[in-house]
T-cell receptor, first 115, second 112 residues
Framework: DTAVSQTPKYLVTQMGNDKSIKCEQNLGHDTMYWYKQDSKKFLKIMFS???????INETVPNRFSPKSPDKAHLNLHINSLELGDSAVYFCASSQDAPRDSDTQYFGPGTRLTVL | GNSVTQMEGPVTLSEEAFLTINCTYT??????LFWYVQYPGEGLQLLLK?????DKGSNKGFEATYRKETTSFHLEKGSVQVSDSAVYFCAHRGSTLGRLYFGRGTQLTVWP
């Protein structure tokens, strides 16, 4: 069984379009995250939700809007896509954000290419 | 502030060679430290972790020791295999909100 799953795995789209990436975890975790990995493999957190509440919102354009319908899902919607949005987006989850040692489990990633 | 610095790659080794990937961090307090591995085309997987000073994390022949005095968490393996070829990320977990701070990743290629 896949612990953290993302769809789609690949997404190719034109500039200006709106797209969504979905994430689901079946681990029963309380906290979910979105990370962006650029072409040089650098990973940076974008958002974090704990029990459906936003707890981390890094300096991300407001074209990016996360939505958590329940604690097992954290979707990422992107409006007016730009070339610079091309990257691999990873979803992750952990048991409980305040616990320092909790491991984060990552999904397989969604490679977004904006043309 | 919070940051992680790890040695730049790429690192290319022959099978059975010794591996060291250096990692140092800056953080408030004494955060948990992690090594994640990313195999080609896959997401990140936890390789090992250490939660307090002098702890040694180990897994699949890899080891790293939490050194508070040098703020380091260097990854080592005594004899690498071709299947170890991947990108390795050092990370620490912030003291609040659970965010991970990653290094820039080190690409390891092992030749037979």
């Amino acid at each position: 069984d896949t612990a953290v799953s993302q769809t789609p795995k690949y997404l190719v789209t034109q500039m200006g379009n709106d797209k969504s990436i979905k994430c689901e975890q079946n681990l029963g975790h309380d906290t979910m995250y979105w990370y962006k990995q650029d072409s040089k493999k650098f990973l940076k957190i974008m958002f974090s939700y704990n029990n459906k509440e936003l707890i981390i919102n890094e300096t991300v354009p407001n074209r990016f809007s996360p939505k958590s319908p329940d604690k097992a899902h954290l979707n990422l919607h992107i409006n007016s896509l730009e070339l610079g949005d091309s990257a691999v987006y990873f979803c992750a989850s952990s048991q409980d954000a305040p616990r320092d040692s909790d491991t984060q489990y990552f999904g397989p990633g969604t490679r977004l290419t904006v043309l | 502030g919070n940051s992680v610095t790890q040695m730049e790659g790429p690192v290319t080794l022959s099978e059975e060679a010794f591996l060291t990937i250096n990692c140092t961090y800056t953080a408030t307090g004494y955060p948990s430290l992690f090594w994640y591995v990313q195999y080609p085309g896959e997401g990140l997987q936890l390789l090992l972790k250490a939660t307090k000073a002098d702890d040694k994390g180990s897994n699949k022949g890899f080891e790293a020791t939490y050194r508070k005095e040098t703020t380091s968490f260097h990854l080592e393996k005594g004899s690498v295999q071709v299947s170890d070829s991947a990108v390795y990320f050092c990370a620490h977990r912030g003291s609040t909100l659970g965010r991970l701070y990653f290094g820039r990743g080190t690409q390891l290629t092992v030749w037979p």
